[in-house]
């Protein structure tokens, strides 16, 4: 089987506020909220890179839709990575997403392994790692 990963769906408990935080505070691009007329339908969509999509939905919605009990969320089943090019963009998207109302929980530093990151979570406890990744940036320019 070749993944084919085109979207991700974060479970959330305030659509409208999730999606100001991704669209107003992180400047993600969207078209807004849409398929309000249905009762499990409104969602959000966000455009990240060529081929992958990030999701809004409400957490009550994915329970109904795939059967499944609404559970309590954890902030550490699972983080999302946002690799950027420098030092200088961690500490920049660090600071857009804590004047957007993100919780840092750590701050940007150097990593064991040579890098630089920083983690943050978003209003509904969603946890990003901003990184930077220097061994990453030298296979991107082969």
Do not use: C
Request: a negative charge.
């Amino acid at each position: 089987m070749k993944p084919r990963i085109t979207v991700f769906t974060l479970g959330v408990d305030d659509l409208e506020r999730a999606t100001a935080f991704y669209r107003d505070g992180l400047g993600f691009a969207t078209e807004g909220i849409i398929g309000k007329e249905f009762e499990y339908g409104a969602v959000a969509f966000f455009d990240l890179q060529p081929g992958l999509k990030l999701a809004l939905w409400n957490r009550s919605s994915i329970a109904h839709d795939t059967g499944l009990e609404q559970a309590p969320p954890s902030p550490t089943e699972f983080t999302l990575g946002h690799n950027v090019g420098s030092r200088e963009e961690v500490d920049a998207v660090m600071r857009t997403a804590e004047a957007a109302g993100a919780r840092i929980t750590v701050a940007a530093h150097e990593t064991f392994w040579g890098g630089y990151s920083g983690y943050f979570q978003d209003p509904d406890g969603h946890v990003w790692e901003v990184v930077w990744n220097p061994q990453w940036e030298s296979e991107a320019e082969r």
